[in-house]
C-alpha cells in the first residue's frame, strides 16, 4: 500500500492536471464563440458566390474548351488528398477522426489502382499519415505561425494547388476536415474540389443578365475564388470543430480527474485512520505492560 | 432614388446600405450603377469602388481586390477578397 506522503502527492498532481484542464476547456468555450462567429460571418460571401456560380452554370455547358479547374485534366490516376487538421493538441479525437478518413480513402483509391498523395495543412496530422504513407506527402502546409488560419492562408493554400494541378501533379483533389455540428458533434467530412463539381444550376428572374466580360472569361476568373472560398470554409468549419472537440474532450477529463481525486482522497483518509489506529494499539499495549 | 448596396469579403458583409450611385472599375472599363440598373455582372479590376451616398456629396472611395459586381433585383453587389479601409 502506497505510504501517506506518497497518495498526498498523487492527490496534488491529479489536482494540479485538472486545474490545467479546467482552463483549457474555458479558453476552448470562449475560443468556440468567436469561430462560430467567423464562420458565421462567411457565409454571405460563400452563399453570394454560390449563387453566382449557379446562374453561370446554367448559362454555359461544360465542354473541353471549358476551363481544366471545371472539367477535369480528362484522366483521375493521381488524386491529392488534402487533409486539415489542427496545430495544436487536447483536442479528443479530433485530429486522428480526420486522419482516419483520409486513410481510408488513400487505402479505397489504392486498391482502384490509383496513386495517391497527401498535402498536409496543420501540424498534428503529419505524423500519423507520414509513417504510413511516407513517400507520398506532397507538401505540407505550415498554419502554426498564425494564431487562428484565416483567407490569407486559404488564398495561399489554394494557389499552391492551382499551380500544382495546372503543372500536372495530380487530377483530383479532395478534401478532409471535420465539419462543425455541435460542440458535441463534428463530422469528418470528404469533398471533392478540383475539378470543381458542377454548381447546381439556378434559374434566376427572367430578366436577361449582361455579363462583361463573357460568361466563360468570368467563370475563369471567378473558379479560383471559388476554390479559395471552399477551402477558406473549410478553415473555418474546421477551428470551430477543434474548439468544440477540445471543450468536450476537456469536460471529460476534468470530470475524470474529480472522480480520481475523490477515490485518492478516500484511500488517503483510510491508511491515515489505520496509521493512528496502529499507532493507539501500541501505546495502549505499552501503558498495560508496566 | 436609392440603390441598395452590399459591399461583401470571406470574413465579413462590409456594407449594407442604401446610396446614390456606386461607380465600379469594371475590368472592361468603369460603370457606375444607380437604382434600377438592368441586370449585370462583371469582374471587377483592382482598385477604388467610389460610392456616391447623396447626388451631390463627395465620393466615399474604397479600395478592393480580387473584386466582382453582380447587380440584380436586390441591387448592386460586390464580391471582394480584399477590402482596405
Known amino acids: 500500500m502506497a505510504s ?48 453566382v456560380m449557379g446562374s ?77 504513407f511516407p513517400k507520398q506527402i506532397a507538401h505540407m502546409f505550415d498554419t502554426t505561425d498564425v494564431r487562428d488560419p484565416g483567407f490569407n492562408e486559404a488564398e495561399r493554400i489554394a494557389d499552391e494547388l492551382v499551380a500544382m494541378y495546372e503543372a500536372g501533379k495530380f487530377d483530383v ?64 468549419e474546421n477551428a470551430a470543430s477543434e474548439q468544440g472537440a477540445s471543450m468536450t474532450a476537456m469536460d471529460n477529463a476534468t470530470r475524470n480527474a474529480g472522480d480520481l481525486i475523490q477515490k485518492l482522497t478516500i484511500q488517503y483518509n483510510r491508511s491515515r485512520q489505520a496509521a493512528i489506529t496502529t499507532e493507539l494499539i501500541e501505546i495502549i499495549a505499552g501503558a498495560e505492560a508496566l | 432614388m436609392a440603390l441598395h448596396f452590399e459591399l461583401v469579403t470571406p470574413a465579413k458583409l462590409v456594407r449594407s446600405e442604401s446610396v446614390h450611385m456606386v461607380v465600379v472599375p469594371g475590368t472592361e472599363g468603369e460603370f457606375g450603377v444607380l437604382e434600377g440598373h438592368a441586370p449585370f455582372m462583371s469582374t471587377v479590376a483592382d482598385g477604388a469602388i467610389k460610392v456616391y451616398k447623396t447626388e451631390s456629396g463627395m465620393p466615399e472611395e474604397i479600395r478592393i481586390t480580387g473584386g466582382f459586381a453582380e447587380v440584380g433585383e436586390k441591387g448592386l453587389t460586390v464580391l471582394a477578397e480584399h477590402v482596405e479601409g
Not at chain 1, 4 to 20: A, D, F, H, P
Not at chain 1, 22 to 33: E, F, S, T
Open chain 1, 56 to 132: 453561370l452554370a446554367s448559362k454555359i455547358t461544360v465542354s473541353e474548351n471549358s476551363p481544366k479547374l471545371l472539367a477535369g485534366t480528362g484522366s483521375d490516376k493521381v488524386h491529392l488528398l488534402v487533409v486539415a487538421n489542427s496545430d495544436k493538441g487536447l483536442c479528443g479525437a479530433f485530429n486522428s477522426n480526420i486522419v482516419k478518413a483520409a486513410r481510408v480513402k488513400a487505402r479505397e483509391l489504392e486498391a482502384q489502382g490509383k496513386t495517391v498523395l497527401f498535402y498536409l495543412v496543420g501540424r498534428k496530422g503529419r505524423a500519423a499519415l507520414r509513417r504510413e
Open chain 1, 4 to 51: 501517506l506522503k506518497e497518495l498526498k502527492g498523487r492527490i496534488n498532481s491529479v489536482k494540479s492536471t485538472q486545474k490545467i484542464t479546467k482552463a483549457k476547456q474555458m479558453v476552448a468555450a470562449a475560443k468556440l464563440r468567436k469561430a462560430q462567429a467567423a464562420a458565421e460571418s462567411a457565409r454571405p460571401y460563400a452563399a453570394r458566390l454560390a449563387e
Open chain 1, 173 to 236: 483533389a479532395h478534401l478532409f476536415y471535420s465539419k462543425f455540428r455541435s460542440a458535441l458533434l463534428q463530422e469528418p467530412t470528404d469533398q471533392q474540389i478540383i475539378p470543381v463539381p458542377a454548381p447546381k444550376a439556378v434559374v434566376s428572374g427572367d430578366a436577361v443578365t449582361e455579363y462583361e466580360p463573357e460568361e466563360e472569361e468570368i467563370l475563369a476568373a471567378l473558379l479560383p475564388r471559388y476554390l479559395r472560398t471552399q477551402i477558406f470554409g473549410a478553415l473555418l
